[in-house]
């Protein structure tokens, strides 16, 4: 029994550990965008799609419409999910999606996108603001595998 109680003890711990290596921390450091596939019903990578994104606690996060298919496929179960960095072809590694309802981590996205992306910010930020508090937009959290 007390061996169980320590493997699992320690499968916790490394699993709490996992997130990303030092490569892709300075990867995620240098990149604009991020690349984001989500799985489909047949189990085939969708379409990457461009976006901005905010790195915290060992985590990709982005803010997205509820609406997007992303969103939709977290909905339904298929939370697996492709990040390359940087580019379409760049640096990946695969993820499990999660919608998170979190105003602290918000507002960390959006102080952080004002930093990273200072020319569209400007045209986004109020979008971004409203539709977090409206609902119109939410977060989705990327945890590496």
Partial sequence: MRALALATVLFCASSALAGFTPEQ????????????????????????????????GG??????????????????GRTKARIAIGKVDGPAFEATGAVVKDPAIEEKLMAA??????EGWNRHEQSFRDGFKGGERVLVAYTPR
């Fill in 113 to 118: 996108f004002a930093k990273k992306y200072p």
């Fill in 59 to 76: 985590k990709v996060y982005v803010g997205t419409r509820p609406g997007s298919w992303r969103v939709k496929r977290i909905q339904a």
């Fill in 25 to 56: 921390e300075k990867q995620l450091a240098d990149a604009t965008y991020v690349y984001v596939q989500s799985e489909r019903k047949s189990g085939e990578w969708s379409k990457p799609a461009e976006i901005w994104f905010f790195v915290d």
